[in-house]
Each structure stands twice: as structure tokens, then as C-alpha cells.
């Protein structure tokens, strides 16, 4: 309780998004700190979307800020990153999280894999690019490897005949077919990011149009 006054405060200070960051997280198991914070640096590592580590989703957002997110088309929402993503004035409170004194958490390890999956998701495809990687490692690989056998038949004669070569080609035709999967990969996480409609650019505020409210012109922008 004693956080939401220092949000206040920051409210009035002007910021629009105040959230609480965890400067300690008592009655957690190390499995579970550490989890945490490997999820948010790998996160943060694959989007662009500046989301601060060690948040929960507990802060205080400003009405206008409320209004957009309201008005985002996307059903599969990740809260903490569309916070981030929707930009405004925000700062953190910091905070020591105390030890659950009653009830069971609900987040189980199913629930935060699926939870973190929906995170990666949301805001990144680069998991799409890892079969382009991938195929280009092999190919490349694979390549270098037909050739070191080809010169050791040619000068050496110490090549192992048939499935050597075999293997080399396999390989390659391998990658190959994975860096064609990366590429269908690439249209696939575009048509993904065109289908959430997210606005081009959000307008904080706006002056000088009338009497009419800055919140009410932003929803009357983004919904055009």
C-alpha cells in the first residue's frame, strides 16, 4: 500500500505510467529468481521495446494512457510490454517485495513458460529467423566439409569413399531447405505484425484543436 502513494506522486509530477520495481523479491526459490531474471534479459536482448527488468504488472497508468491500450485490436495481450511499447512519461518506484504471509502463488511453471512465450511473441519474430541461421550454418558447414573431402580425394587419396560425401550432401541440401523455411518465416512474422494493427505512432497530447479534450482527440486518432 505504501507504494501507490509514491506513484501519486509521480503522477503529479507528471508521469504517466509509475510502476513498481522489485529491488528484492523475499520468499521466492533461487529456481524462480533466476528464471525471472533470464526471461526479462532475454527478452529485452529480442525486441526493441524497452521493458524494464524486475516489474510486475502492479502501477499506476494515466487515463489517456489507459484509453490507448484500450483501443489496441490485439486479443492476446502482454501487459507489461504494451505498457512499454505505448511510450508516455514513466518511471519506476522501487520497492522490496515482502514474503507471502497468505495463499499459494499462481503463477506454477507451466503457467510462467506459457506466460514468457506470450511475452517473445508479442513484441518479437526472431525466433522465426533461427531456421535462417540455422540453415546457413549447415550449408555453410557443410560446404567447407565437401570440400576438404573432395581435396583429400584429389591430392591424398585418403577420403572415405561414399557415404562421407553422402553425408556432406545431405547436409547441405539440409540447410538449404531450412533457410527456405527461415524465409517463409520472415513473410509469417510480418503478416503477424500487420495483423495486430497496431497505430503507426501514438499521440501524447495534443493542443491548439478546440475544446475538446487532449485524451478524447487521441482516441479519435488512433481509431482512424
Not at 483501443?71 to 508516455?88: D, I
Not at 581435396?151 to 556432406?168: H, R, Y
Amino acid at each position: 500500500p505504501e507504494v501507490i502513494l509514491e506513484m501519486i506522486i509521480k503522477w503529479k509530477q507528471g508521469y504517466d505510467v509509475a510502476y513498481g520495481k522489485r529491488l528484492k523479491r523475499k520468499g521466492e526459490t533461487y529456481f524462480k529468481k533466476v528464471t525471472a531474471k533470464m526471461f526479462y534479459r532475454l527478452l529485452r536482448s529480442m525486441t526493441t521495446v524497452d521493458i524494464p527488468v524486475d516489474t510486475g504488472d502492479f502501477r499506476l497508468i494515466d487515463r489517456k494512457v489507459c484509453d490507448v491500450l484500450r483501443n489496441l485490436k490485439e486479443k492476446n495481450r502482454y501487459v507489461r510490454g504494451l505498457v512499454s511499447w505505448v511510450g508516455f512519461k514513466q518511471t519506476s518506484v522501487e520497492y522490496v517485495r515482502e514474503e507471502r504471509f497468505a495463499g499459494e502463488t499462481k503463477y506454477p511453471l507451466k503457467k510462467m513458460i506459457r506466460f514468457a512465450l506470450d511475452g517473445i511473441t508479442s513484441f518479437s519474430y526472431k525466433p522465426l529467423k533461427l531456421a535462417t541461421y540455422l540453415g546457413m550454418t549447415v550449408s555453410l558447414v557443410s560446404f567447407v566439409y565437401l570440400v576438404i573431402i573432395i581435396m583429400q580425394k584429389l591430392f591424398t587419396n585418403s577420403a572415405e569413399i561414399g557415404w562421407t560425401s553422402t553425408v556432406a550432401i545431405l547436409l547441405f541440401f539440409n540447410g538449404m531447405i531450412l533457410m527456405l523455411m527461415g524465409v517463409i518465416g520472415e513473410y509469417i512474422g510480418r503478416i503477424y505484425e500487420e495483423t495486430k494493427e497496431r497505430p503507426l505512432y501514438i499521440v501524447r497530447e495534443a493542443n491548439g484543436y478546440g475544446e475538446q479534450d487532449s485524451s478524447d482527440r487521441t482516441t479519435e486518432i488512433l481509431r482512424t
